[in-house]
């Protein structure tokens, strides 16, 4: 039903910044919860940040708070992850995820529809 492309990673040094999207397709774009998830080599996937339909509610990791932002683009169906000051830890797999409920995205449970994933390499 709905499809998650997700681009922008890329091999960066510590400090540096990169602006992730994920555009949506094959459903109504406003009627999801938007979300961005990580996995690092040989942990398990960590939620990274929320967004409703609206924006008026955002959500993030401790661990990224101040750094990254999430915005979306409801006429461009499209979610972004702007990640700022990038470190080392922030390397892993970003993945997309889309869900109509709010506490499936901020929870990681049951969320309907993934994207398959951009890499986002930190070297220090």
């Known amino acids: 039903q709905v499809q998650l492309v997700e681009s922008g990673g890329g091999l960066v040094q510590a400090g540096d910044s990169l602006r992730l999207s994920c555009v949506a397709s094959?459903?109504?774009?406003?009627?999801?919860?938007m979300g961005w998830f990580r996995q690092a080599r040989g942990k398990d996937r960590e939620f990274v940040a929320a967004i409703n339909w609206s924006g008026g509610f955002t959500s993030y990791a401790d661990s990224v708070k101040g750094r990254f932002t999430i915005s979306r683009d409801n006429a461009k169906n499209t979610a972004y992850l702007q990640m700022n000051s990038l470190k080392s830890v922030d390397t892993g797999v970003y993945y997309c995820?889309?869900?109509?409920?709010?506490?499936?995205?901020?929870?990681?449970?049951?969320?309907?529809?993934w994207g398959q994933g951009t890499q986002v390499t930190v070297s220090s």
């Open positions: 995820a889309a869900d109509p409920r709010r506490e499936a995205i901020t929870s990681g449970r049951r969320i309907d529809y």
């Open positions: 094959g459903g109504r774009f406003e009627n999801y919860v």
